[in-house]
């Protein structure tokens, strides 16, 4: 289903939107009419006419839903005042039926009908019941990574899905992160979701680890590799790999932290930093392109048992499953 959602943050005041489809302006190549629509303020026209393609409705009738969408902020506000305690979120449907939904956790939706009243859209309106508002899910979310940290066990990323009513949490190997719930005595809340970081990867640990590898003439690589992890930082950073006397790969200085899975290739010549699915991440010696992060050892020491702080000190970089040599 595509969707336009509109999330409420009840907590923070603020509405956050999100487009599931790219919206073009004639410009860049949209073959619909570029006619401004008097009733749609024109700097929506052209998201107007995209929508009618992506939906397959009349222009107007694009106009007209993206209307109401601009019209929202005065229900939503309306909706705070009147029902803080089963008003929940709001967003919209757009297939099988346009929907402008309201999801309240209490009562009967006949409680919206004096607020819906003369109301220009209102037979687009659907006020349906939700088994857990906004705040409960947060507090579960809360309470679910309070218990997790108390018992140290690592997750990858947490998440909030207001419309799925689901608390996610994400971990390199979701059975292992059950088994040491369990082994804990936490009992997840029914609404609680765990998923892997990267399905295509699924490791033997939730936690990061030291490889320790030497070459043929003796030298020692200390191949640091970060815990599982489900995004990554963007920046970029290009420089050659370098293996230092102690034994640390270094991008430009700083001392380089592997995406999970990560280990090493070494013959008398060549040595490769290869990631889970065997593409080569970089080859000591010669340039890379590294796209990920820098920051504080301190906060990947925490993730990394056996960190070298004293054998490799200094900021590091933690590089991206997207970094590669330069050709």
């Not at 595509?2 to 409420?8: C, E, N, Q, S, Y």
């Not at 005065?74 to 967003?91: E, V």
């Not at 402008?100 to 659907?126: C, H, K, N, R, W």
């Not at 490889?211 to 191949?223: V, W």
């Amino acid at each position: 289903m595509k969707r336009l959602i509109i999330v409420l943050a009840i907590a923070l005041g603020v509405a956050a939107c999100e487009v599931t489809t790219p919206l073009l302006t004639p410009s860049q190549g949209s073959s619909v009419s570029t006619a401004v629509l008097p009733t749609l303020d024109p700097v929506l026209n052209a998201d107007a006419q995209q929508y009618a393609e992506d939906f397959g409705v009349p222009l107007e009738e694009a106009a007209r839903r993206m209307q109401i969408q601009q019209q929202t902020s005065t229900l939503i506000d309306r909706l705070q005042a009147d029902y803080p305690d089963t008003f929940s979120t709001l967003w919209f449907e757009h297939e099988p039926e346009f929907r402008v939904v309201i999801g309240y956790t209490d009562g009967d939706a006949s409680q919206f009908d004096p607020l819906l009243a003369g109301l220009p859209y209102a037979a687009d309106v659907e006020p349906r019941l939700m088994a857990l508002s906004e705040q409960e899910l947060a507090d579960i979310q809360r309470e679910t990574l309070d218990a997790l940290r108390a018992n140290g066990i690592p997750i990858g990323s947490a998440w909030v899905d207001i419309l799925e009513q689901q608390v996610g949490i994400t971990a390199g190997n979701p059975d292992l992160l059950r088994e040491a719930v369990a082994a804990a005595g936490i009992e997840l809340h029914e609404a609680v979701v765990v998923q892997p970081a990267n399905p295509d990867y699924i490791p033997p640990s939730n936690e990061g680890y030291v490889l320790e590898e030497t070459t043929p003439e003796g030298q020692p690589i200390l191949l640091i590799v970060d815990a599982p992890a489900d995004a990554f930082p963007l920046a970029g950073l290009e420089g050659t790999l370098t293996l230092d006397e102690a034994g640390c790969l270094r991008i430009g200085g700083l001392v380089a932290v592997w995406p999970n899975g990560t280990t090493l290739t070494i013959s008398a010549d060549v040595i490769e930093v290869v990631s889970y699915d065997g593409s080569v991440l970089g080859r000591v010696g010669d340039p890379i392109v590294a796209s990920g992060g820098t920051g504080p050892a301190e906060h990947f020491a925490e993730r990394i048992p056996g960190y070298p702080a004293d054998t490799c000190p200094g900021d590091i970089w933690s590089a991206s499953p997207q970094t590669a040599p330069v050709d």
